[in-house]
């Protein structure tokens, strides 16, 4: 990872950081929602645009980059393990 990358998710790390505590402190909304909607954000946001990624897509137009299937495996599982974790009334207690 570049140095550009890094910036760019400490910098999404920030606002949703500012954001989970800014809906907990204003509307009692508890940081596991928050989190899982960054979450879910991200999963359904690369799910969406996926087609870009195919062979002569937007952002592969000569084929020759792999479909990054691993990060939205990746992406799908942290999304799957917040949902369940919101299930949870000791986590949902945290922030709320």
Known sequence: MDASTIR???WFAAIALVVAVALSMLFSVPYIFTAAGFAGW???GQLVTIDDDFPGGWSNPDGIHPIPW???ALKGLIFLALLLAAGSPAIRQWGG
């Open 42 to 44: 991200l999963f359904v």
């Open 70 to 72: 691993a990060p939205l």
């Open 8 to 10: 760019l998710f400490a």
